[in-house]
């Protein structure tokens, strides 16, 4: 492999464009390399998220100033092979780096200058900035996807810089050291917020935001505007010593914020704190949210405060918006059901309702006069299994239903329940775990750590994940990304096949989702309906079921693994590194302006650096290919080569026989060439009007052709081949980088032209469309012309689908004139199917 | 699962200054059926030593106050049966060198995995069985 460009012969004289193209090629191939070693730090960074690492800030350092570096060298060789059209990049790539440079430093991030926050950009890593509340209100609607009323955050910043223009932190502090009498203290303060002002440019961001939501449809007539204190509902919980305020109109807003603000300096809070406390400290945003026009609202809790064992939520409803019960004047209904999908109740007291006869059932339930229904509970009850999985953490949520009976969540905060005296301890869970059968043990991958159990329901990528009951836990046999939904509910994820790089894996991660990918047998060894307990950590199944700690993670005393602040430094640095915002490269949108994250540069790069590399030999300026040696093989057709390294064995002269090939993808397409059955000699049916149609057709299929027209090209090296075909009366490119890095890996092929009526190559179109694209392949088609790709695939995969390429080719070579109707494309298609399935 | 479950619990000590890798052993080794105890103090938990020795101790290299090597030395003058094993984020082979020459147990790489450390700890839990 090293000696590709320097020691080994070319075994085809190359021209100038050889040489040119020798020079590029090393630059793609460089780009490959610190592609794939930027991923590979992603990846350990992602790994690190799912608690097999133990990693501490140094590593997230190295980590991150390693990353940053090779990202920068791709775009440097990005724009060497391309005459530095991309000179741009490095522009917005420093900005991303300098920003993960400031997360690392402990700094704000690139969101700390906003005054105000919309709600697309929150998540639970920026608590510094929304507070407790916002932050994780974000984190459920943009990560949960959960119903929430949405409005806007006053952020930290802006709370400073109120409290800064009106001079208040000095005038408070002043206040502070002279005044010792709580009650005078918070009058004086008050006082001084009564006298601030709002300044303008805050004024300027909180009214353009109140006005566009009071414009949409059905837009808000009324909003609520709730405290949002960092700390507040996190490790010291200030909860309820805030202020907040429902009900408020629009031109009212200003002031109802300024007086949520204020309420950092209550005389309940100032007792609260430390007496030397400063103003600065505990700083305040503000969440102002659309109110919604709630018909019934409560409280869940997804333990039973009284019983956090007995494996029981608790929900409260009343009608109405639910302050009453929040504050404690109305009790409302009061119902627990169990936490096991499908969460059947398991007691219920309502409250008193005039008009509606109640009674009491033979199971003990009283029924018909619940204040909200069976299948809200229900849904309730997801929400809340979705939440505590979250933030690894029992829950208390407020919630409300409108007049549809649709859900919101309003807020959503830790349940500390303590479990003295009855808590399990960890060595008492072990010895319990100990007792149960084995299903599957030493076998797989960690993606995510956890212990969990629920039960055993199979899955697929054809499984609707709604139907996917919540709490249980999924087995599949392919860790297929169209899981994503279904890892999102399940209380586990299990594969025979899949490995922990993979994007389920990520997703894994993401959700929290306890996860052990490429057992081998997990479909056969957990049968559906079985309850099973699963330890990711010691990768080991058990048959049965174990009551976990109510308080998983504050189990022994130990807080959340999520919530340590190393794992929301990673968080927030992997949040600008990994994510890929540039997904369809056919969008308009996939352009160097819309590069975010690290992950967006590789993917917007290598995508370039492939195209420039396939542009070059479509462009014309390779040359030189009239002295390369023919191909010799049993198969219709004259193959020239050019060896730019590696690709041939190195031994001079003698005839080219397809066994001194050593190029990797070149040698499995040959095999599918030379498969004999697929290749159809007979002449084919051929009119008048085919051959009438073929005419005007040859100027416009060699637009695009090179030099060497008329004849087929391989362009080959050890891992690379750039094959051009003219079958017949079809024009086929296949660009190819085969290796062990399946990250490196990608089979471009573009196919066009034939002699056929339009109407036969657009049917022949179709049918390689529908093989390509069962061959994983992202296909697109444009009447009969078809580009496909393939990437990011194991070497076997990638091998086999260049194989069952190479068979199409040779199968499809006179195709267009066959397919009389349409019926034909099914039948061909039926046909190779057969041919691959054939195959091991 | 759980070690040394017929005699008494192996005690098991871990200095770091960074608090996160102390948190998360202690978490996997409480639930082994250790008794742990984490310090981010060396100097503090060398003392604890003294107090009562330790069968393993889990040491970072790099510390403010006392490095990994010193720590090697003063818990195995404690109690030369102790296993020591050092984690370090900056591995280099001539740290290595004089560790291994000071008696160190195992010498692991940061950041490492779970099943690495569990693996060299069993190791050392079952070396000392060799003791007799």
């Given amino acids: ?840 | 699962m759980v070690v040394g479950s017929n005699s008494e619990p192996r005690r098991l000590l871990i200095i770091d200054d960074e608090a996160i890798v102390g948190k998360r052993l202690n978490q996997i080794f409480t639930k082994m059926g250790y008794v742990v105890e984490a310090h981010i103090d060396p100097v503090q938990a060398v003392a604890a030593a003294e107090q009562h020795p330790f069968d393993i101790v889990v040491t970072d290299l790099k510390m403010q106050g006392m490095d990994g090597l010193e720590v090697l030395r003063r818990v195995k003058k404690i109690n030369p049966r102790t296993r020591v094993i050092i984690i370090t984020g900056y591995a280099e082979m001539d740290t290595a060198d004089a560790a291994f020459s000071g008696g160190v147990f195992d010498f692991i790489p940061k950041p490492f995995r779970l099943d690495e450390i569990k693996d060299a700890i069993l190791r050392a839990v079952s070396d000392m069985a060799g003791d007799g």
């Fill in chain 1, 1 to 840: 492999m090293s000696s590709i460009f320097t020691g080994s012969q070319p075994q085809g004289r190359e021209g100038e464009g050889g040489a040119t193209f020798s020079a590029i090629f090393r630059h793609f191939r460089r780009i490959l390399s610190l592609n794939n070693q930027v991923l590979e730090m992603v990846a350990d960074l992602e790994f690190a998220l799912g608690g097999e690492y133990i990693y501490d800030r140094s590593f997230l350092k190295s980590s991150v100033t390693g990353i940053i570096e090779k990202g920068r060298q791709v775009i440097y060789h990005l724009n060497a092979m391309s005459g530095d059209r991309y000179a741009r990049l490095y522009d917005r790539f420093t900005s991303t780096g300098d920003h993960l440079v400031d997360i690392l430093a402990g700094g704000l991030g690139p969101y700390g200058p906003f005054l105000v926050l919309d709600w697309e950009v929150l998540h639970r890593d920026l608590v510094h900035l929304a507070g407790g509340k916002g932050a994780n209100l974000g984190e459920l609607v943009n990560s949960l996807k959960m119903p929430a009323p949405v409005g806007f955050v006053v952020s930290t910043t802006g709370y400073r810089h109120f409290m800064e223009t009106n001079d208040l932190f000095t005038r408070i502090d002043q206040i502070l050291s002279k005044e010792s009498d709580p009650v005078g203290r918070s009058t004086r303060i008050n006082a001084l917020f009564m006298k601030a002002k709002v300044p303008g440019d805050l004024a300027g961001v909180i009214n353009k935001r109140l006005k566009k939501i009071c414009a949409e449809p059905g837009g808000a007539k009324f909003f609520a505007v709730r405290s949002s204190g960092v700390g507040e509902d996190g490790e010291r919980s200030y909860a309820g010593q805030f202020q907040s305020f429902i009900g408020v109109v629009a031109g009212e807003v200003p002031a109802a914020i300024v007086k949520v603000m204020a309420s950092r300096f209550s005389e309940r809070l100032l007792r609260y704190l430390e007496p030397d406390s400063s103003a600065e400290e505990v700083p305040m945003a503000v969440v102002v949210q659309p109110m919604i026009e709630a018909r019934a609202a409560g409280v869940l809790y997804t333990r039973d405060p009284i019983a956090p064992g007995s494996e029981t939520m608790v929900i409260s409803a009343v009608a109405g918006r639910g302050e009453e019960l929040v504050s404690g004047k109305q009790s409302g209904d009061r119902l627990s059901l169990s936490r096991h999908h499908p969460f059947f109740p398991v007691t219920s007291h309502l409250a008193p309702v005039t008009g509606i006869p109640s009674g009491r059932g033979e199971n003990g339930l009283r029924r018909g006069a619940g204040v909200v229904g069976l299948g809200v509970l229900k849904k309730l009850a997801e929400y809340g299994l979705l939440l505590e999985k979250r933030f690894e953490m029992p829950q208390d949520i407020e919630w409300c239903i409108d007049g549809e009976e649709k859900i919101w969540i309003l807020q959503t905060r830790p349940l500390h329940v303590r479990t003295y005296g009855e808590c399990k301890t960890p060595a008492a869970l072990a010895e319990e775990l100990s007792q149960l059968p084995v299903l599957l043990s030493g076998q797989g991958h960690v993606c995510q750590l956890g212990l969990t159990c629920g039960p055993v329901v199979h899955v697929d990528e054809n499984t609707p994940a709604d139907s996917f009951p919540i709490g249980a836990v999924a087995v599949s046999r392919y860790a297929n990304p169209r899981l994503a939904e279904i890892v999102r509910r399940a209380a586990a994820v299990i594969t025979d096949i899949g490995s922990p790089t993979g994007h389920l894996a990520t997703i894994t991660r993401e959700y929290r989702t306890p996860a052990l990918f490429g057992t081998g047998e997990a479909t056969r060894l957990l049968p559906p309906g079985t309850e099973v307990v699963v330890d990711v950590e010691e990768r080991t199944i058990y048959a049965g079921r174990v009551d976990l700690p109510p308080d998983m993670c504050e189990f022994g005393g130990f807080e959340p693994l999520a919530g340590q602040p190393e794992a929301s430094i990673l968080r927030r640095l992997l949040r600008l590194i990994a994510p890929l915002n540039l997904i369809d490269p056919g969008s308009p949108s996939f352009k160097l302006d819309n590069c975010q994250t690290i992950h967006d540069f590789l993917r917007f790069s290598h995508e370039r650096a492939v195209a420039e590399l396939i542009d070059f030999h479509l462009s014309g300026r390779m040359v030189g290919a009239k002295g390369a040696p023919l191909l010799e093989a049993n198969i219709p057709l004259k193959i020239r080569l050019i060896d730019i390294g590696g690709g041939l064995d190195g031994t001079p002269g003698g005839a080219m026989t397809v066994n001194r090939v050593t190029s990797l993808p070149f040698r499995q397409i040959l095999r599918g060439l030379l498969n004999e059955e697929a290749w159809d000699r007979e002449p084919a049916p051929f009119g008048v009007k085919d051959f009438l149609s073929g005419l005007s057709r040859p100027l416009t299929m060699l637009t695009h052709t090179p030099n060497y027209a008329g004849e087929n090209l391989a362009i080959i090296a050890d891992n690379y081949c750039n094959l051009s075909l003219r079958l017949g009366y079809h024009f086929n490119i296949i660009d190819s980088y085969l290796s062990d890095e399946a990250d490196d890996n990608y089979i471009y092929f573009r196919f066009v032209g034939g002699f056929a009526e339009n109407d036969k190559r657009e049917r022949r179109a179709v049918l390689i469309d529908q093989i390509l694209s069962g061959l994983h392949f992202k296909v697109e088609r444009k009447g009969d012309l078809v580009l496909a790709k393939a990437k990011m695939l194991e070497r076997s995969h990638m091998e086999s689908i260049l194989t069952h390429l190479g068979e199409l080719i040779a199968f499809t070579r006179q195709l267009d004139v066959k397919m009389a109707d349409s019926g034909a494309v099914d039948r061909f298609f039926t046909t190779f199917l057969e041919r691959i399935r054939k195959e091991p």
